[in-house]
């Protein structure tokens, strides 16, 4: 697997990645069709709470600070998973069309 931001590791794996970045997954192996997954963030449901609480306890400074760092954020999907499918290839034997 392969992150836009250049982490990689050998599956099954995990990496951590700052919560305010969004990013696309590649999966790739030897006679499988690649795959990209497109993980966003969106405002944590756990979050949602404190960032609220932040209007009257921190203000917009406390808003800025938890949207900055992306404490209000989760990604997702939240883990990836995903399956390859092998490449299609005639059997063995098989002619090939010709030009």
């Known amino acids: ?3 836009t931001g250049g982490l990689a590791c050998v599956t099954p794996c995990s990496l951590a ?3 305010n970045e969004e990013f696309v997954a590649s999966f790739t192996k030897a006679g499988y069709i690649g ?3 497109e993980v966003k963030t969106q405002l944590a449901r756990s979050g949602a709470a404190g960032f609220a609480g932040n209007v009257v306890a921190g203000g917009v400074i406390g808003m800025g600070v938890d949207v900055a760092t992306g404490a209000a954020l989760e990604h997702t999907p939240n883990p990836v998973f995903v ?3 092998p ?3 005639p059997p063995a ?3 090939t069309a010709r030009r």
Do not use: D, I, N, S
């Open 83 to 85: 399956a390859l499918e």
């Open 87 to 89: 490449e299609r290839r």
């Open 17 to 19: 990645v700052k919560r």
């Open 1 to 3: 697997m392969r992150l």
């Open 35 to 37: 795959q990209q997954v």
């Open 93 to 95: 034997g098989t002619p």
